[in-house]
């Protein structure tokens, strides 16, 4: 008796707000009404961060938003996205792909932006999703090496490491020389034609690799690009010049639902933030909240403002 | 009966023998790493229980304290080595590893070195006092030798939980025989793994063995039990 009285208020309640809500948006702005909106994400600061980006633009809009952080993983987020709990969250193309299609039946993840973008919207048409533009930043693997190193032997891509490679020790996950790890070893190897003098084992794009490098143990290290020590100890992520890794570049996804009460307002504002996106913005903004320890709200706020995109 | 044909043939492959990541390396990383830290806990414990032992005081205080250490578990100690090295340029691997090692090692040489001076017979004790014998000639002369038996098994204890455990080093990026299993698991190859368990395991069995020798090597011709 008491839980179906909960539920029944609780429905009320919801309807109440709602309706409310509604009416709220359509006297305040005049225009068409701007629905709520829901951000999620996962439980990891750089998702954080790049929720709050997501939820200040549309605040800054009109849009009255809720933000539901800090979720969990992609097994709970995905779930809660499709069923609507929440609205949209930032998302990694092919990493996302991989995870919807886990077979590869309607589209398999490749190293081209596009064509992965192409892909996964052909797997979320399914669950009702759309993904937005994709940014030029991504967090995927990436090799890095120190700014000595990288000044002395004049390296900005990976395949200038080509006559060095021979002398150099590479340092990445145990796993890395592994046949089934193509973006790894057998990947420099084959796409590159680079072999290290020697690999040392250490730790997926964690603190040994960064210690390791930092103490010249190693001269390449197998980092994710969008560690915040990179822009800290002044590292230097070497370009995948000729795409190695899989497009895992970040873009919102949006259930088709909350699209189609909006008058495209929303998509326009999420794409302005993708398309200003790179990979050193999205770095900085990591380094200031994972090692200076601001607040993500802070830095989104300040990253907006700089761009243009909030006052 | 497949996958031990796969484990001996790993240990036949002889590139598994060879180079900077072949065994025999691995294993004088093994025995490096294991040594130092034994070393460094007798430089520790040994005067301080000798001197608790001799003087029969604080004894159950200082045992006690040592014994934490066999709480303390060394996963977390490796952890907690990684963030003092680095900042300190000890770099990875090596010294974080020794910082749990070396806990590990001190509280079986603390205890067996304070019990085996305090139970040497009371009345040669008082003898040699009585012959005019100093302080430390009696501990010198006396209370070492005839604990000596004891004061090993303590650091054969060590030197085997020692060994046995210097495989977490691995975790660290060390090299040392933990390297086989880390790097077996993470490569799924698991004959490689099973091959560094048996490499560790063996490689505690000698030295519970050598050590085994050395002790009875010590015992005094004097109190030497006669076959």
């Given at each position: 008796m008491n839980r179906a009285k909960t539920i029944v208020g609780a429905l009320v309640a919801i309807a109440v707000v709602a309706s409310a809500c509604g009416g709220a948006g359509t006297g305040g702005t005049g225009g068409a009404a701007k629905p709520d909106v829901i951000v999620g994400s996962t439980n990891f600061y750089e998702q954080v961060t790049l929720g709050e980006l997501y939820a200040q633009v549309l605040e800054a809009n009109g849009y009255k938003v809720t933000r539901k952080f800090n979720i969990g993983n992609r097994e709970i987020v995905y779930p809660a996205l499709k069923s609507g709990q929440i609205d949209l969250d930032a998302e990694y193309l092919a990493t996302l792909?991989?995870?919807?299609?886990?077979?590869?039946?309607?589209?398999?993840?490749?190293?081209?932006?596009?064509?992965?973008?192409?892909?996964?919207?052909?797997?979320?048409?399914?669950?009702?999703?759309?993904?937005?533009?994709?940014?030029?930043?991504?967090?995927?693997?990436?090799?890095?090496?120190?700014?000595?190193?990288a000044t002395s032997k004049n390296l900005k891509k990976l395949s200038d490491l080509s006559p060095f490679a021979k002398d150099m020790v590479l340092g990445g996950p145990p796993e890395c020389p592994s046949p089934q790890r193509p973006f790894c070893i057998p990947g420099l190897k084959s796409v590159y034609g680079l072999t290290f003098k020697d690999f040392k084992p250490l730790d997926a794009g964690g603190p040994l690799t960064v210690a390791a490098l930092d103490g010249k143990q190693i001269d390449v290290g197998l980092l994710f690009t969008s560690d915040p020590s990179i822009v800290a100890k002044n590292f230097v992520l070497l370009d995948d010049d000729k795409h190695l890794q899989l497009a895992d570049n970040i873009a919102p996804v949006v259930r088709n639902a909350l699209l189609q009460k909006d008058d495209g307002t929303l998509r326009r504002?999420?794409?302005?933030?993708?398309?200003?996106?790179?990979?050193?913005?999205?770095?900085?903004?990591?380094?200031?909240?994972?090692?200076?320890?601001?607040?993500?709200?802070?830095?989104?706020?300040?990253?907006?403002?700089?761009?243009?995109?909030?006052? | 009966m497949?996958?031990?044909?796969?484990?001996?043939?790993?240990?036949?492959?002889?590139?598994?023998?060879?180079?900077p990541h072949g065994i025999p390396v691995r294993i004088l990383e093994h025995l490096e790493l294991s040594g130092l830290a034994i070393a460094i806990a007798v430089v520790i414990a040994a005067p301080i229980a000798l001197y608790l032992g001799h003087t029969g005081r604080g004894g159950f205080i200082a045992i006690n304290v040592?014994?934490?250490?066999?709480?303390?578990?060394?996963?977390?100690?490796?952890?907690?080595?990684?963030?003092?090295?680095?900042?300190?340029?000890?770099?990875?691997?090596?010294?974080?590893t020794m910082f749990a090692l070396v806990p590990l090692a001190i509280p079986p040489i603390l205890t067996n070195t304070f019990v085996a001076v305090r139970e040497v017979d009371r009345d040669v004790v008082d003898a040699a006092r009585g012959m005019g014998l100093t302080e430390r000639q009696?501990?010198?002369?006396?209370?070492?030798?005839?604990?000596?038996?004891?004061?090993?098994?303590?650091?054969?204890?060590?030197?085997?939980?020692?060994?046995?455990t210097a495989t977490l080093g691995a975790v660290v990026a060390g090299g040392a025989l933990g390297r086989f299993i880390v790097d077996g698991f993470a490569l799924r190859q698991y004959d490689q793994l099973v091959a560094g368990a048996i490499l560790v395991a063996l490689l505690a069995i000698a030295t519970e063995v050598s050590f085994g020798a050395l002790e009875r090597g010590t015992v005094p011709p004097g109190i030497r039990a006669t076959p």
């Open positions: 792909l991989a995870f919807v299609d886990k077979d590869g039946k309607i589209a398999k993840p490749t190293t081209d932006k596009k064509e992965t973008a192409t892909g996964l919207q052909k797997a979320l048409d399914a669950d009702q999703l759309t993904v937005l533009d994709a940014a030029d930043a991504t967090d995927q693997n990436g090799f890095v090496v120190t700014k000595d190193t504002l999420l794409n302005l933030i993708s398309g200003k996106l790179s990979q050193s913005e999205l770095n900085d903004m990591n380094k200031q909240v994972a090692v200076d320890k601001k607040d993500s709200k802070d830095v989104a706020a300040a990253w907006l403002k700089k761009q243009g995109l909030i006052k | 497949s996958f031990l044909g796969e484990v001996a043939r790993w240990f036949a492959d002889p590139e598994n023998w060879q180079g040592a014994n934490i250490g066999r709480a303390l578990p060394s996963f977390a100690l490796i952890g907690l080595g990684l963030l003092v090295a680095i900042p300190l340029g000890l770099g990875l691997g090596f010294w974080p009696i501990l010198r002369s006396i209370e070492i030798p005839l604990g000596l038996p004891l004061i090993l098994a303590g650091i054969r204890t060590s030197a085997v939980n020692v060994v046995a």
